[in-house]
T-cell receptor, first 113, second 116 residues
């Protein structure tokens, strides 16, 4: 079974630009969650999508948004980038039930300059 | 609100010695607990989980964890550490409030350093 695939692996953007990150979950998984990882804040939950609907949202500004397609692939978008958005963005997919583990992609390293 | 704490930023052990990485949690209801490991510039790899049943859970790469309900702890252990175990370890709890199943709440992470 193929794992969770995130593209691109690395991105360098300029302040004020926008960026779109992509995540392909494990086949059959309908839940996709996004996390931001920074040295100072650790791993913070951004949002979760399930069957194309946002099911949960973390405490991030509206510049952070996402969506999920009918094939469960997900994208997240960050508009008007700030230096503080530099982070490793991780996508996780899981099966429907709460007692199953989440599987993570390799992440996208975003650097805002 | 559910939370997870990892009281040690770093744990240092000698190769061949047993290791313990500590985790405590605070949840309402039954906890769904997980351990993940992260190598530099990589995603998180699942090690093991506790959902219900035996308090001692066995996982990947020789790791195990002990669930203690009275102490609200879920410590990660390994009888004999390897240099290759050196990595960043995260404890997490599934946020099952309101029926949501996807969200994980993570501890701040513990760096494990195993010296030859």
């Amino acid at each position: 079974k193929a794992g969770v695939t995130q593209t691109p692996r690395y991105l360098i953007k300029t302040r004020g630009q926008q960026v779109t990150l992509s995540c392909s979950p494990i086949s059959g998984h309908r839940s996709v969650s996004w996390y931001q990882q920074t040295p100072g804040q650790g791993l913070q939950f951004l949002f979760e999508y399930f069957s194309e609907t946002q099911r949960n949202k973390g405490n991030f500004p509206g510049r952070f948004s996402g969506r999920q397609f009918s094939n469960s692939r997900s994208e997240m978008n960050v508009s008007t980038l700030e230096l503080g958005d530099s982070a490793l963005y991780l996508c996780a997919s899981s099966a429907e039930t709460a007692n199953t583990e989440a599987f993570f992609g390799q992440g996208t390293r975003l650097t805002v300059v | 609100a559910q939370s997870v704490a990892q009281p040690e930023d770093q744990v240092n052990v000698a190769e061949g010695n047993p290791l313990t990485v500590k985790c405590t949690y605070s949840v309402s209801g039954n906890p769904y607990l997980f351990w993940y490991v992260q190598y530099p510039n990589r995603g998180l790899q699942f090690l093991l989980k506790y959902i219900t049943g035996d308090n001692l859970v066995k996982g990947s790469y020789g790791f195990e964890a002990e669930f203690n309900k009275s102490q609200t702890s879920f410590h990660l252990k390994k009888p004999s550490a390897l240099v290759s175990d050196s990595a960043l370890y995260f404890c997490a709890v599934r946020d099952i409030g309101s029926g949501n199943t996807g969200k994980l709440i993570f501890g701040q992470g513990t760096t494990l350093q195993v010296k030859p």
